[in-house]
């Protein structure tokens, strides 16, 4: 096979499988999570038929349980600084590599985390606000 084709079907079997994959990934735990759910209601149907209370539903089978996650501050916190780590150290790297031009696209990393950033603590000054009220 001629080199040319080859290298044309690296990215596109690349794509596709990368997709094929992330797919394949929601998919599964779609289907777990209905077995579970669908284990659950059953459960509860039999405890309701023998009179006794009901088990309560697994958190985080149903819905968004916001007590189980990290706050939405320290999740955009924590991607801000590393959004902004990342594009200071790719933009040193590739300016030592090969020049200012290729190195200003790393500051695209570092304008995305700062927004994170100042996201962060537009969330921090509302969480204080409302947590400061009598």
């Known amino acids: 096979m001629d080199p ?18 992330g797919m394949l990934a929601i998919w599964s735990e779609h289907k777990r999570k209905a077995q579970l759910l669908e284990q659950v209601h059953k459960e509860r149907l039999a405890a309701i038929e023998k009179g006794i209370d009901a088990p309560a539903i697994p958190p985080g089978l149903v819905g968004f349980q916001p007590s189980d996650q990290v706050s939405t501050f320290a999740r955009a916190l924590r991607s801000g600084l590393i959004w902004s780590l990342v594009g200071v150290v790719l933009y040193f790297a ?37 947590n400061t009220r009598p």
């Open 94 to 130: 590739l300016d030592n590599a090969g020049g200012r031009e290729g190195a200003m696209f790393a500051l695209i990393a570092l304008a995305i985390g700062v927004g994170q950033l100042v996201y962060a603590g537009l969330l921090w000054n509302k969480e204080r606000s409302v």
């Open 4 to 21: 040319a084709v080859i290298g044309v079907f690296i990215p596109i079997v690349a794509i596709v499988m990368g997709i094929g994959i």
